[in-house]
């Protein structure tokens, strides 16, 4: 299938270990308890599903207080069709000023990493691989979906098996174009979807891809919804440290 977890401490016990100033990219930690932990000053961003912190499940805490800042974040949970096409409306119009906004600084910045996350052109094709996955495999059900360009996390160990080109060095311009023509078929699919649709089931393809289980079209679109609202927070974050770095 192409992936590669790394090395495995499911089920470890590790004690007395010392992570001050560590930096853990994405850790699975599915059914991990961690007690008399010392989380000073520690900076943590993930799904928050299920996670509690002495006794309190902090998820429920953590939305409301992020509804609390971004008000439109509730748009992303929207259940209906007409619901789902002003979401997206707002999910446009985010990435139009954004990019507007990285347009204004130099270009080779756009493809420099800010404390080793994505760049901006790689952000962006991260989200070509993101439709790829939730619409054009699982919603759309193609065979094989994903964009030479297309680029997921170091999970995919074998991106040639899927059809990715892991040294593709494509141009802003030619990452835009890619970007608007994904967008635009879940502009598409969501104006055209009814309700009875949106719970459909979706079957994933036999051919090798992610996801490999079934979801309804509603999880699929509130996936690439997710996937689109984080990364652009993401990006907005790393631009104004690029527009600090470039005076």
Aim: net charge negative; glycine share 6%.
């Amino acid at each position: 299938m192409g992936y590669d977890k790394g090395p495995s401490l499911a089920g470890a016990r590790i004690e007395d270990a010392d992570f001050s100033g560590a930096r853990l990219h994405a850790p699975n930690f599915e059914g991990a308890r961690i007690t008399d932990a010392w989380l000073y000053r520690a900076d943590i961003s993930g799904n928050l599903e299920g996670l509690r912190l002495n006794g309190v499940e902090v998820a429920p805490l953590v939305m409301a207080e992020l509804d609390r800042r971004f008000p439109q974040r509730a748009k992303l949970r929207a259940t209906d069709p007409a619901g789902l096409a002003e979401a997206w409306d707002m999910i446009e119009d985010l990435w139009r000023a954004t990019v507007a906004r990285a347009r204004a600084l130099p270009l080779p910045l756009l493809f420099e990493r800010v404390d080793d996350e994505w760049s901006f052109v790689e952000t962006l094709r991260h989200l070509v691989m993101a439709t790829d996955c939730w619409l054009r495999r699982m919603v759309n059900g193609i065979e094989q979906p994903y964009h030479p360009w297309a680029l997921a996390g170091s999970w995919l160990s074998d991106p040639a098996a899927w059809g990715i080109d892991p040294a593709a060095t494509p141009s802003l311009d030619e990452v835009l174009a890619i970007r608007r023509e994904r967008m635009d078929e879940v502009r598409q699919t969501i104006a055209s979807v009814t309700p009875d649709e949106l719970e459909r089931v979706c079957v994933p393809p036999q051919a090798p891809g992610h996801p490999d289980r079934p979801h309804t079209v509603v999880r699929c679109l509130h996936v690439i919804l997710d996937e689109e609202w984080e990364h652009n927070r993401y990006a907005v974050r790393d631009l104004e440290a690029l527009e600090a770095r470039s005076g």
